[in-house]
């Protein structure tokens, strides 16, 4: 992936790291599977992207890193029978490790920050029903879902030279 952009472009400025799948279950009823497959797609997944976009970035003068997490990583969230332990888990680590890599590669020009997603009409969310789907609205301070264009919107201020003095930080949406 690195190398066809860099191929393509020249140089390789920007990584929105925005991947998420569910993990069902609560700490005490979860399979085993649904915790790795969280972990291996939602958290190393958002690493092996960094480890090999943060050197071609360095060789090009810096660059932004945009990490999307979740409002459920940081507050939990349970609705009826389904808890998110998996998936909140796994988005919480995009959040160390965003604080994490920012700090080592600063000095460098790379600027990386962790995009916080409150609750978005999401496929994944609507098949939770309008119930569970209410309830996540109301957990919300505005009380409403954001869209797919809210979300993208905070990431290109992030990425672009506007937010040039910003890393390391947890922006919440």
Not at 24 to 53: F, H, Q
Not at 129 to 152: C, F, N, Y
Request: charged letters at 20%; a negative charge; glycine letters at 12%.
């Amino acid at each position: 992936m690195v190398e066809v952009a860099v191929s393509r472009y020249g140089r390789l400025d920007i990584l929105c790291n925005n991947v998420g799948i569910g993990g069902p279950g609560t700490v005490t009823n979860l399979k085993e599977s649904a915790w790795d497959d969280a972990i291996d797609v939602n958290l190393k997944g958002t690493m092996w992207c960094c480890r090999y976009v943060i050197p071609r970035m360095i060789e090009s003068g810096g660059g932004s890193i945009v990490n999307v997490s979740t409002l459920v990583a940081i507050r939990g969230l349970h609705c009826g029978e389904v808890g998110f332990t998996p998936y909140s888990a796994s988005k919480a680590g995009i959040t160390g490790l965003s604080l994490a890599v920012a700090a080592d590669y600063a000095v460098d020009g790379t600027r990386i920050n962790d995009l916080i997603v409150g609750a978005v009409h999401t496929p994944l969310l609507a098949r939770l029903g309008e119930e569970a789907l209410e309830h996540i609205r109301q957990s919300v301070p505005m009380k409403i879902e954001g869209t797919g264009w809210d979300v993208g919107w905070a990431a290109v201020y992030l990425a672009s030279d506007e937010s040039r003095w910003v890393t390391g930080a947890s922006h919440s949406g």
